[in-house]
C-alpha cells in the first residue's frame, strides 16, 4: 500500500537503511562500548541492553536481516517502487566487515592481515576466529572502528569477490549508498594502511553497469575527493562541504559554493541531516526552512532523512533500535507540508532549473524552476545586511500572470497583488540576512 507521508511522495528514490544481517559481534561490542554508553544516554535515557542493536554498517553478510525481511521482500519491495515511479537504494560498505563475518572463514585472505605478534592493547588489530591477527576497518585520522574487519584492497580477488557481492545486491534494488567510499582509493589505502592498493571504483561500476546500465552509486565521501569519485562513476557524492558552510553560518561561502560547475553540482547530493549529522533543527532551528527551500532549487539531489520534517532535535545513534518519543514543531511541520507537497506536485513534470545572480542592495540571489504550467521563483539573502528591491517578473515569469494572492512557501505569509506591482510587473521584497522566500505562481 502507498504512503501516505508527504515525504515519501514528494521522493523518488528510498534509501533503506540496515537491511542486511546484523552482527552479533558488533552488537556485543556497541552494548558494552564506554565511549557509545554517554551517547545512548543522551538519545534514550531509559536505554537498556536489548534496546542496542548494534551497527548497521559492521554488516554480518550479505544476506537479508531475517528478523524483517527476506531476499523475495526486497525484489517486492523493489517491483512496488518501480510501479509508481521510484526506486529502492540499499547500502554497500566497501571499507569493511564485522568482526566475526562468516566471509572471514571463507575468504580469509581477502581481509588485511595485522602484525603476527599483536599488542594485546591495540585498538587496531584483533585475532580473529581462526586464529590469525586481523586489521580493524579504519580511515587514516582516527583508531579503527572495534566491530570491524578490514578488506584487503592490495589483493585483486577483493575486487571480484565485491562484483560477486554487487551483482546480487543489484538484482533486488535500483542502486547503493556505499558508506566512506573514499577509503578503497588506492592512496587513501595505502595511507591508511601502509600497502599499494588496487584500482577499484571504475572496475567495479563499469562491470555492474555492464550488466544493468540503469543502476546507481551515491557515494559518502569527504576530504575533496568528491569529484575524483564522480570521474569513476559515480552518479551522485555527498556534498558536505555545502552542509559545513550552512552550519558555520557563512551564507557568503555558500553562495560562492553554488558557482561550481554544473556538471559536479549535477552530481552533488545535498542534505541538511542525515544519520551521521545532528538533527537538521537542533542545528539550524527556523533557518533550516531556508536551506531547505535553497537545496530545493539547486542543481543535483536532495537527501532527506526520516521524520525531518517533524523537527525533531534528538540524533539517534545507529546502535539503537529504540527512539524516545518527540514533539514536533509545528512550525517546521507546517513548512514541511507546504514544500514536500510543491516537490510531490513537480514529480509529475519536466522540471527546468536556472540560477540567476540579482544585484540589488543586498546582493541577492533569484532562480526559478519552470515545472509543466507552473513557475517557482526563490529568493534568497545570503549576505549579512537587510537586502530590498524588486524582482522583476517579466524575467521570472515570462507571460505567466501574478494571481490576487500568493503565499511563501518558507514562512507561510500570504501577500496581496496591489495595482502597482501588477502594472511593473514587479515583487517587492525585504530580506533579513538568510531570509528566502519561495513562490509558486500558475
Known amino acids: 500500500m502507498q504512503s501516505k507521508s508527504l515525504a515519501f511522495q514528494a521522493s523518488d528514490q ?9 552482527s552479533p559481534g558488533s552488537q556485543n561490542i556497541a552494548q558494552k562500548h564506554p565511549g557509545l554508553q554517554k551517547e545512548y544516554k543522551k538519545a534514550l535515557p531509559d536505554f537498556s541492553k536489548k534496546d542496542v542493536i548494534g551497527s548497521p554498517y559492521a554488516i554480518f553478510r550479505y544476506e537479508p536481516n531475517p528478523d524483517f525481511t527476506s531476499w523475495d521482500d526486497l525484489k517486492e519491495a523493489q517491483l512496488f517502487l518501480q510501479s509508481i515511479g521510484k526506486k529502492l537504494i540499499l547500502d554497500f560498505v566497501p571499507n569493511h566487515m564485522a568482526l566475526d563475518t562468516p566471509y572471514l572463514l571463507s575468504h580469509p585472505d581477502l581481509f588485511l592481515k595485522g602484525w603476527e605478534r599483536m599488542d594485546p592493547a591495540s585498538p587496531n588489530f584483533f585475532i580473529a576466529e581462526n586464529g590469525k591477527v586481523y586489521a580493524h576497518g579504519k580511515d587514516p585520522y582516527f583508531d579503527g572502528w572495534t566491530d570491524t574487519v578490514q578488506w584487503d584492497f592490495s589483493n585483486a580477488k577483493t575486487l571480484d569477490f565485491h562484483i560477486d557481492l554487487l551483482l546480487k545486491i543489484a538484482s533486488v534494488c535500483d542502486g547503493v549508498r556505499c558508506d566512506m567510499a573514499m577509503l578503497v582509493l588506492p592512496f587513501i589505502f595505502h595511507r591508511t594502511h601502509g600497502k599499494e592498493g588496487k584500482p577499484y571504483w571504475s572496475n567495479l561500476i563499469q562491470s555492474i553497469k555492464k550488466v544493468n546500465p540503469t543502476f546507481s552509486f551515491y557515494a559518502e565521501a569527504y576530504w575533496d575527493l568528491e569529484y575524483t569519485l564522480q570521474t569513476m562513476g559515480f552518479d551522485g557524492t555527498y556534498d558536505k562541504t555545502l552542509y559545513d558552510r550552512m552550519h558555520s553560518s557563512n551564507n557568503r561561502l555558500v553562495a560562492d559554493h553554488l558557482l561550481a560547475e554544473l556538471s559536479y553540482q549535477e552530481k552533488s547530493i545535498r542534505f541538511l541531516e542525515n544519520h551521521d549529522e545532528p538533527r537538521a533543527f537542533s542545528v539550524f532551528g527556523l533557518q533550516s526552512r531556508a536551506y531547505f527551500a535553497l537545496l530545493c532549487f539547486l542543481p543535483g539531489i536532495v537527501l532527506f532523512h526520516e521524520k525531518q520534517e517533524e523537527g525533531y532535535a534528538i540524533k539517534i545513534p545507529v546502535q539503537l533500535g529504540r527512539r524516545q518519543a518527540e514533539k514536533r514543531d509545528d512550525a517546521i511541520f507546517e513548512f514541511y507540508a507546504r514544500a514536500l507537497q510543491t516537490l510531490a506536485d513537480r514529480g509529475k513534470h519536466l522540471i527546468q532549473k536556472e540560477l540567476h545572480p540579482l544585484l540589488l542592495s543586498g546582493e541577492s540571489v533569484w532562480t526559478r524552476a519552470v515545472v509543466g504550467k507552473n513557475i517557482e521563483v526563490f529568493i534568497w539573502n545570503p549576505s549579512q545586511s537587510t537586502s530590498t528591491g524588486y524582482l ?21 505569509e500570504k501577500f496581496k497583488d496591489t495595482e502597482e506591482s501588477r502594472g511593473a510587473r514587479q515583487i517587492y521584497f525585504s530580506l533579513e540576512p538568510g531570509e528566502a522566500q519561495w513562490f509558486v505562481f500558475d
Open 14 to 22: 528510498i534509501w533503506c537503511m540496515g537491511v542486511w544481517e546484523k
Open 392 to 412: 522583476p517578473l517579466h524575467s521570472a515569469l515570462g507571460s505567466t500572470k501574478i494571481p490576487l494572492e500568493i503565499q511563501d512557501i518558507v514562512s507561510g
